[in-house]
């Protein structure tokens, strides 16, 4: 009795003050605690977590085939080829062919018939070996001159077809026996796969395609199809053959229009199956461009070298005007190489300060004149001439130092 009263007790103290929440805070703040003890213990577990993360997304692929990635995988033989256009251009083109010389066809069957009924049922000797060869000599030769000019044409279309997709490519790499492709369960990933879920819909969808234009085309003849127990055994035949033929070029048309589509689905899973990381676009740049490390320490070399070059230089000039501190430019004057003074050096901050020491070690005048210092380090290069505007200044300079030294120019 006294624990009902005291439940009632409690549970009309609840309803008063909000115990519930004063627990649900009070589980907030253990949690956060706790959350902040875990993070002074482990300092560096957020960071780690961050480079985890970045690492993954280093993995993703989505950066697309630099032109070595692609020139790689065509000499293992891995190009952009649509099966589907091939075949269709090729029946395509068969079909019109036997349409537009359907008269000489059928006029050397006329004459193989001929030949086999006539003229060898009379003649024939199936006792002489001779005989049976010569017979076998002319079937084969009228087989050609009745199907050969379709393998040629088929040939070459096939040929042209594959060169315009593929281009001139010859490679054993896709001869080589590959044991993973003896593997059933890499059997059934690409059976169960979105490239094999893709070679399904698109063989329904041509067998969809084919009957449908064949039932139409069917259904437009139906008249002319039953009139042909009226007609003579040589037209109904005329009749079926061209019909037929129609029917062919129609339904290649349509494969035709896939095969089409089928090439950009296969541009596009060519382009996706090439794709790369940007982890492998900087190891292919560093094999291609090499380290720029290295690159880095080779253009410093070179620049070494020029500014050794350049220094080498400065003992032979005639005069150094400066800036007074941060810009130093050497001036040579020679008439008998050029008609006006050449900048032989110069230097700005610490290059400046090695041209001036080289100039007092060689014995080399400096001069300071801030406005002429500026104007020819931004107007000349190095060999080149002081440009004209500035003769005037640098001719009273170098009359200077040669009065300072008693030298004529052509002996400075």
Known sequence: MKWSVLWKFWAEECDVFPVKEW???????????????FLRQNKDWSVRMDLQHFATGEGEKTEKATPKKKQDARKKGQVLHSKEISSALILLIVFLSIKLLGGYMAGEMVAFINMCFNDLACSFD??????????????????????????GIALVIGVVASFAQVGSLFTLETLKP?????????????????????????????????????????????????????????????????????????????MVIIGILDYGYQWWQYEKDLKMTKQEVKEEYKEIEGNPEIKQKIKQKQREISMRKMLSEVPKADVVITNPTHLAIAVRYDPQKAPAPIVVAKGQDYLAQRIRDVA?????????????????????????????????????????????????????
Not at 23 to 37: E, M, P
Not at 127 to 142: A, D, F
Not at 218 to 230: H, S, T
């Open 126 to 151: 199936s006792q002489s070996i001779s005989e049976v060869l010569r017979l076998l000599g002319l079937i084969l030769l009228q087989l050609l001159k009745l199907v050969g000019p379709l393998f």
């Open 23 to 37: 627990v649900k805070q009070l589980k907030s703040i253990c949690f956060h605690k706790r959350r902040q003890l």
């Open 178 to 254: 590959k044991f993973s492709n003896l593997n059933p369960f890499n059997g059934i990933k690409r059976i169960f796969s979105i490239r094999g879920l893709t070679e399904l819909i698109k063989a329904l969808l041509k067998i969809i395609v084919v009957g449908l234009v064949a039932w139409r085309s069917l259904r437009a003849e139906e008249n002319n199809i039953v009139k042909l127990m009226e007609q003579d055994l040589a037209v109904g035949a005329s009749y079926i053959m061209t019909t037929s033929i129609d029917i062919a070029i129609k339904i290649c048309v349509i």
């Open 360 to 412: 007092k070690a060689s014995g080399v005048e400096t001069v300071e004149n801030k406005p002429l210092a500026q104007a020819l380090f931004k107007a000349a290069e190095i060999g080149q001439q002081v440009p004209p505007e500035l003769y005037q200044a640098v001719a009273e300079i170098l009359a200077f130092v040669y009065h300072l030294k008693g030298k004529l120019p052509a002996q400075a």
